[in-house]
Every structure is written in structure tokens, then in C-alpha cells.
């Protein structure tokens, strides 16, 4: 299976302005409709959750990969587009209905009004196509148009970070969370249910023309039942590992160890979402936490040598041992060419979960920033031109130059995988990510030393009954 690159989800057509295109900053000009019955009709309906397991078609009795052949998977096709041409309109009207409720001047940001936009005229596509889905063809047309759907929506994490980040001021704190936590939620079962509709079918289109029996017997949909975290990580890792070297011009080691085996049942675009965050965050924090130090490739440990620490010095006898490791068992003191210590991922196969630990030696988190850093938008990365602070002496909250000043401008040089920081939303959104299918997140902060996260995720094929979507 080919995995979408990383950090894909959150691709960036960078301009030198910022997010928007000219002819994108001229549609956020024009008049959505904001009184729309059809909306209001959809968005009074109930929402239709649907199991994992009847999501991936594994629903059908007598259904096996092998024996349904060409005619069940045009079945579960069928079944898994009619659901999500029902269903779509309905969650994207309470989107729009949602936005359409926040503050009045939060509204006319122009990265939240291209996010309205975009499920707007969503929403309009979708309902505007037949509602009838027969045969293959149907099948097709319908999965071309989510896929464009799909791909147009790719940047509305950076634009919602972006656009709450210059709204800060205007809501508080609480119903920024609200509004957030719930319309990422609400954007992961949509594109779930989009997704997987798509991915069905370019299945099936696969399965026809190839001339191996069933290609990928371990891939259903969005779902891979034989996913490898080693390999996941270490494609993240040099994507980040890039980013990295492309904002400080060095960047640390990923050494992955543990049970680096281990397979397990997941939805890898989840996981890699979620891995590229945590590992950009630790590979800054390491890299900012040299320069602090003053590492360098000449005096990588940051210390005179009269200075180094004595080599391995054992007090046998107590209970509580003291080890001084030598160099090559502790991996703080593997540093690479540019002083930076080697950020470690460690897998762990349990029962039924997998656990990461990512730890890093980027100095940690101080004490005031901790309790924030799962705010939306909260970030330690220093930019002269704050927006929310630049619009405060303005008319014009979002004239247009404050808009493209401060985070957006530094940031978004990056292009692919978004920036590697600035944009605060890494922590809150990873965190979600974990928990939608049971998982959860911990970061642990060793104040002036490092920080160490746990992801823990659920084998999802034991809930597969449970999981609503
Ligand atoms: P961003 O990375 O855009 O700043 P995040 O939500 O990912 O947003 O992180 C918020 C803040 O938490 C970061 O700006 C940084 O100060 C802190 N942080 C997160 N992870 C680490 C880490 N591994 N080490 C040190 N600080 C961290
Ligand atoms: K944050
Ligand atoms: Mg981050």
C-alpha cells in the first residue's frame, strides 16, 4: 500500500502570503449564505454513527476477502457510499451550523470564513449529486467527487490554527476548546467515512486489473490490520528530521528501539498524524535546547573536559545503585555530529494496545507553560509580528498585512507537513487523535531535562463491534 506522505493531512500549498491564493483571498470576499433552509433542514437531523466494522464492510455475513470476490466488494462498496452520501450532509450542515454560532467578528476571520466556505460548498456538492447509488459507475462518480472533496480540505487544520490563533482575544478561552475539540472530532469521522468510501474503491479498481490475487489482504479501506509503528516511525522521522534541518540547520537522531517488530491493527494516516507532531516537537525542543547549552559539533557535550562526568562508578551494597553510565549506554551521550542528543521512540507491544514512548532530551517543559500547553494555539515559539497583538491598534482587526504577518510568514516556508512549529495546535489535536478509538496521550515534563510521551493505542480490530463512528 502506498501511505499518503507525511504529515500529508496537513499539506500546505505555500504562498509567499500566507495560506490563501489571490483568487482564494477573492472567494473568502464573497457572500456565503448564511440563511440557508436546506442547511438548517439537514442540520436538524440526526447523525447516523455507524460501527467501524460495518464502515469496513466486514458487517456482511458470510464475507471474507477471499471469497466475496468482485461482486461482495461491489456490494460493500454500494453500501458504505449510500451510507456516506446519507450521512455527509448531515454532519457537514452541523458544522456549518456551528460556525454560523461563533462570535460575530470571529466569522469574518478570513482563515475561519475559507474553512466555512469549504463545508459549505461541500455540503452543496454532495447534496447537489444523485442521490442514487445503483452500479459502478455511480460508485465511481461518487467516490471522484469526495476524493476532489478530500483533497481541497487538506489545508483546514493550518487555517483553523491560524485563523483561532488571531481570534484568541475574542472568545474565551473555554469556548475556543468546545468549538475546536468538537469540530476535529467531528472532522475525523467525516473524513473517516470519506475515506474509507474512497478507498474501497480504488481497492476494488486495483483488485481488477491486478493480476495477484487479492493484493492487499491486510488493508481494508482506511483501516491496515498489519501495520508496523517501526516503520511508520521511521518514515516520519526523516520527514520531520528534514523540516527540522530545513528551520535550524541540523537536526538529532531517531533511534527507535523496543519490541521494533510489533504489528498491529490501526489507521495508519492516525498514527502518522500523530507521530509526525510528537516527533517535531521533541527534535525542536532538542535542537533549541543545544543552542541554549551551547552544544556544538567541536564540544558536543556542552561541558569543559575537566568537567565530563566519571566514567561507569558502581555503590554496590545500597539499595538505591547509583550508575554513572559510560558514553555508549547512555544514549544522552550518543550526540551526533551537532551536539544534539538522539531523540529515542520506544514501542511496546501489550495484549491488546500498543504503547510509544517518545523521550526526548530537549530540556522539558517549565512549570507556567505546562497547564498550557494543550491549549489550542498555545506555543512557545516567539514571533516579533503577533498578529493579535499587531490588530489590537487597528480599525481593522484582519487588515490585510496583519493576516500574513508573525507565525503564518515564518511558518508556513515549510511547505509539505506544515511548519515545525508556531502554530500550537500539535498537542490538542494529537491527544484527540489517540482518543478516538480508546487510546489516550501523556506527556511527562522533567523540568530542565526532557520529556517523555506515552501514546497508547487500542488495537482497534477487538472494538471493531464498539467503535462508532
Ligand atoms: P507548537 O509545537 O506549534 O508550539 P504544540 O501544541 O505542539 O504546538 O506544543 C505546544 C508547546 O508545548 C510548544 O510550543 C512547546 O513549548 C511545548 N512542548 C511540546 N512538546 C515539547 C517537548 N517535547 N519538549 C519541550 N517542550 C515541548
Ligand atoms: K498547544
Ligand atoms: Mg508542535
Not at 432 to 448: C, E, R, T, V, W
Amino acid at each position: 500500500m502506498t501511505l499518503r506522505s507525511a504529515g500529508s493531512s496537513m499539506a500546505i500549498t505555500s504562498t509567499k502570503r500566507g495560506f490563501l491564493t489571490n483568487t482564494e483571498q477573492k472567494e473568502v470576499e464573497d457572500v456565503v449564505s448564511f440563511y440557508d433552509d436546506k442547511v438548517t433542514q439537514y442540520a436538524n437531523q440526526e447523525i447516523q454513527t455507524v460501527t467501524l466494522k460495518t464502515l469496513l464492510g466486514l458487517g456482511r455475513s458470510g464475507s471474507s476477502n477471499h471469497e466475496q470476490g468482485t461482486a461482495g466488494d461491489l456490494a460493500i462498496n454500494l453500501d458504505v457510499a449510500r451510507y456516506a452520501r446519507k450521512e455527509l450532509p448531515v454532519r457537514l450542515a452541523r458544522l456549518i451550523k456551528a460556525t454560523q454560532k461563533l462570535p460575530f467578528i470571529v466569522g469574518t476571520n478570513p482563515y475561519i470564513k475559507r474553512v466555512y466556505k469549504l463545508y459549505y460548498d461541500s455540503f452543496q456538492s454532495i447534496t447537489a449529486s444523485p442521490e442514487e447509488i445503483r452500479n459502478k459507475d455511480d460508485l465511481d462518480r461518487f467516490a471522484a467527487l469526495l476524493k476532489g472533496l478530500v483533497a481541497s480540505h487538506a489545508d483546514v487544520v493550518p487555517m483553523l490554527s491560524q485563523g483561532f490563533l488571531e481570534c484568541k482575544k475574542y472568545m474565551a478561552k473555554e469556548d475556543i476548546k468546545r468549538f475546536l475539540d468538537d469540530m476535529i472530532r467531528a472532522r475525523i469521522g467525516i473524513r473517516l467515512i470519506a475515506e474509507q468510501a474512497i478507498s474501497l474503491r480504488e481497492q476494488r479498481h486495483e483488485h481488477e486489473t491486478s493480476s495477484v490475487e487479492t493484493p492487499h489482504d491486510d488493508i481494508v479501506g482506511v483501516v491496515h490490520t498489519e501495520l508496523r509503528p517501526a516503520d511508520l516511525i521511521r518514515t516520519c522521522a526523516s520527514f520531520v528530521q528534514e523540516l527540522c534541518d530545513v528551520n535550524y540547520g541540523s537536526s538529532p537522531e531517531v533511534v527507535i528501539n523496543g519490541q521494533t517488530d510489533t504489528t498491529f491493527t490501526y489507521v495508519p494516516v492516525h498514527l502518522e498524524y500523530i507521530l509526525c507532531e510528537l516527533l517535531k516537537n521533541s527534535v525542536r525542543a532538542t535542537v533549541e535546547q543545544s543552542q541554549k547549552m551551547g552544544r556544538s559539533a567541536l564540544n558536543p557535550h556542552g561541558i569543559e573536559s575537566d568537567r565530563r562526568p566519571s566514567p561507569t562508578n558502581y555503590e554496590s551494597g545500597n539499595s538505591a545503585v547509583i550508575v554513572n553510565q559510560d558514553d555508549d549506554q547512555d544514549i544522552t551521550k550518543r550526540v551526533n555530529d551537532f551536539g544534539h542528543p538522539p531523540v529515542e521512540v520506544t514501542i511496546a507491544q501489550g495484549e491488546r494496545e500498543v504503547t510509544i514512548r517518545i523521550r526526548d532530551h530537549g530540556g522539558g517543559i517549565s512549570q507556567e507553560d505546562f497547564d498550557a500547553i494543550f491549549d489550542y494555539s498555545f506555543t512557545t515559539v516567539k514571533n516579533e509580528n503577533d498578529a493579535s497583538k499587531d490588530s489590537s491598534s487597528d480599525d481593522s482587526p484582519y487588515g490585510v498585512d496583519s493576516i500574513f504577518k508573525g507565525v503564518s510568514r515564518l511558518a508556513m516556508q515549510a511547505g509539505l507537513g506544515g511548519p515545525i512549529a508556531g502554530l500550537g495546535f500539535g498537542l490538542p489535536l494529537t491527544r484527540i487523535y489517540a482518543q478516538y478509538f480508546g487510546g489516550d496521550m501523556h506527556l511527562i515534563s522533567l523540568q530542565g531535562y526532557g520529556c517523555d510521551v506515552f501514546l497508547k493505542l487500542k488495537q482497534i480490530d477487538e472494538s471493531l463491534d464498539d467503535l462508532q463512528i
